[in-house]
């Protein structure tokens, strides 16, 4: 068994009704009552402690850290007991973790209630479940995807939207996409946005297509970090899209404007070389 999945239905009364499957749907175990028991407070504490604390972590900081640390491992232990308390379902996960193969326990559900869930911190008598196998949220049923006919070469957008404060090297966020696409060669073509702050560059020099025909991108990419603030990252891409397309307006007037009177276009316009 490579994939043990944890399905939802709702109760008759409160909470939901939780039942395990196996990677082809077929029900596994027995099914167990589940309550999500976090409460508004408890999120916001989890939300200061990954976000916030290691900016200044003194004085008050710390021992609000240490009983949020306590907390952790006590919502560990209650997301394990819910659902594993049960003989049946205990032996299923255990069947899992004695896997050679990749193991992942899947949380597969549409409710929002139920994927805030810190699924990652389920412990048992071992400790940390995710140390041992990978714990993943999904759709309960999986959707189709609909093919989008594109030509060649694919061209990639890549925003490098780095945080206000610290430094993430870019070179590791956008590895794993690189990586992805390397056997494509030169069927694929990625640009990099090397900043999300407008105006950062001065004018125009921030666009990708800079010197080349206009660019049509069938992929934008954007790598998913933590900024100083929770919203920020949110705002720095709201920022550089407002950017490009400020930018993709400016040049398209000052090329109507060149062809109607004849003057040069702009050099963004045509590739180097052609007029």
């Not at 205990?90 to 549409?110: D, I, M, N, W, Y």
């Not at 996409?177 to 950062?200: E, Q």
């Not at 297509?209 to 970090?225: E, M």
Request: hydrophobic fraction near 35%; aromatic fraction near 6%.
């Amino acid at each position: 068994m490579g994939d043990l999945r944890i399905l939802f239905a709702p109760a008759a009364d409160t909470g939901y009704r939780a039942q395990l499957a196996d990677a082809k749907g077929r029900r596994l175990g027995v099914e167990v009552p589940f309550t999500p028991f976090l409460t508004e407070d408890d999120y916001e504490d989890l939300r200061w402690y990954l976000e916030e604390y290691m900016d200044l972590p003194d004085g008050g900081a710390v021992l609000r850290a240490e009983r949020i640390e306590r907390n952790l491992e006590d919502w560990g232990r209650r997301l394990y007991k819910a659902l594993f308390t049960a003989t049946d379902n205990r032996e299923f996960l255990q069947e899992l973790l004695k896997g050679q193969e990749s193991r992942r326990l899947t949380v597969a559900t549409r409710d929002p209630s139920l994927l805030r869930l810190p699924w990652e911190l389920m412990a048992d008598e071992a400790g940390s479940l995710a140390q041992r196998l990978s714990v993943r949220r999904q759709l309960e049923v999986a959707e189709e995807t609909t093919p989008r006919p594109v030509r060649l070469p694919l061209r990639i957008l890549y925003i490098v939207s780095r945080p206000a404060a610290g430094f993430i090297d870019p070179r590791l966020t956008a590895k794993a996409l690189l990586d992805a696409i390397d056997p494509l060669g030169a069927n694929v073509r990625v640009d990099f946005l090397p900043s999300a702050h407008p105006g950062a560059h001065g004018g125009d020099a921030a666009c990708p297509a800079r010197g080349r025909r206009s660019i049509r991108y069938r992929s934008l990419r954007r790598p998913r970090h933590l900024s100083e603030k929770g919203a920020g990252r949110c705002a720095l891409l709201r920022k550089a899209c407002r950017c490009l397309r400020r930018l993709r307006d400016r040049l398209r007037l000052g090329h109507r404007s060149r062809r109607s009177s004849g003057a040069p276009c702009h050099p963004a316009c045509h590739p180097r070389g052609v007029p």
